[in-house]
């Protein structure tokens, strides 16, 4: 039937007869697409864990607070402490399966541990090797070395258990307290020479050499400091010497201002600190057990 039919008027309502859903033939033969299920991880991804039920009441049970007794004393601990202590005492008791279920706990921290070990050698392993190149590459052309915090230097590797120890600053703050005392020292090895301590290393006489309160001082702040400071420089002995060829009130009040920073006492005037030579500090008997015991 045509849609130009007489009888049968196209309009609202009334669709033409070529696009009519035609007896027994669906409208859509591919179907409706079915609706994406979400899945039960993704849902569970979306939402933090700690909005979860279980999760926040395990949470705050585990930071619960409670009372237990070791021999005469009661303590308060946290039940996650309670629980890990009543199982290695059980353990400890010759309970298997305690034992099995602490040894896992044992194992499976070891292994994080490990991890976390190498994870932190590797990179600090990287760091000193990229910092001691640039370092290379500035000497090699003339340039100065840059600085690095932590020093390249200052970073002890431990291959065997794969081990990191800073022997130096590893911030601003605490190279700022390094420097500082750096600068003690030095105040106080200048101070040494000014007051006439013999610190002269003279062969066969070493023994024989004063050394008094400066000096001794002195040694005991350079003990704090990175091995890799503890010498002077060319430039700070170069700017002590300097200052020694000074006129003696010019250095005196060099000094003085020194002192007054670091709150030590400078009297000009003074010149009979206490000395006592190595030998009678008994630093050469020490030295002398080291040597036989080395020998032995």
């Known amino acids: 039937m045509s849609d130009d039919d007489q009888d049968y ?4 309502g009334k669709p033409p007869r070529r696009t009519q859903f035609k007896k027994g033939q669906s409208g859509n033969p591919e179907g409706a697409r079915r609706k994406k299920k979400q899945d039960k991880k993704e849902i569970e991804a979306s939402i933090p864990r700690g909005q979860f039920p279980t999760s926040k009441a395990i949470r705050e049970e585990a ?4 009372t237990v007794r070791d021999g005469d004393e009661r303590q308060q601990i946290g039940t996650r402490e309670a629980v890990i202590r009543a199982v290695a005492t059980k353990a400890m008791q010759g309970g298997i399966l305690a ?14 541990k490990a991890k976390e070990d190498k994870e932190s050698f590797d990179f600090w392993l990287g760091y000193v090797h ?9 000497l090699a052309s003339g340039r100065e070395s840059p600085e690095f915090l932590p020093h390249p230097d200052d970073i002890k590797l431990g291959y065997s258990n794969l081990t990191v120890e800073f022997t130096g600053p590893v911030d601003e703050a605490q190279a700022k307290d390094i420097k500082r005392l750096r600068r003690l020292a030095d105040l106080q090895f200048e101070l040494a020479i000014f007051y006439g301590e013999d610190i002269s290393y003279n062969g066969a006489d070493l023994w024989q050499s004063r050394v008094g309160i400066w000096m001794v001082s002195y040694l005991s702040t350079i003990m704090l400091l990175p091995a890799r400071m503890r010498g002077m420089s060319d430039t700070q002995r170069a700017q002590m010497d300097l200052r020694m060829m000074l006129s003696r009130r010019a250095w005196e009040a060099y000094l003085g201002q020194e002192c007054a920073e670091f709150d030590l006492p400078f009297i000009p005037a003074r010149k009979d600190w206490p000395t006592k030579t190595l030998a009678e500090l008994g630093i050469d008997e020490l030295v002398k057990a080291h040597r036989q015991q080395a020998v032995r």
């Open 9 to 12: 008027r196209v309009g609202y």
């Open 63 to 66: 930071l619960r607070m409670v």
């Open 99 to 112: 034992q099995r279920t602490f040894v896992e706990w044992l194992k499976i921290e070891d292994e994080l």
């Open 130 to 138: 990229d910092c001691r190149t640039q370092i290379n590459e500035a």
